[in-house]
């Protein structure tokens, strides 16, 4: 899909130096894809705590 955005070029190129990205597009879709990760990673954080995970792994394996 093309889109035009209007982003400062010094942003660019500093974001460009950091990631390694060669090209514009692969900037964008490598800040969209850590944008999703982190917000999952987060979401995942927001279970901390609430989930019982009393799990046996002898029982589970049939270990004895």
Known sequence: ???TL???EELID???KISGAKTKS???K???TEQINRH???KL???KGKIDLDIDLDIT???K
Do not use: G, H, Q
């Open 1 to 3: 899909m093309r889109t």
């Open 6 to 8: 209007d982003i400062p």
């Open 14 to 16: 500093e974001a460009m």
């Open 26 to 28: 692969e900037l964008i």
């Open 30 to 32: 490598k800040a969209l």
């Open 40 to 42: 999952k990673r987060m």
């Open 45 to 47: 954080l927001s279970f």
């Open 61 to 63: 394996r049939d270990r």
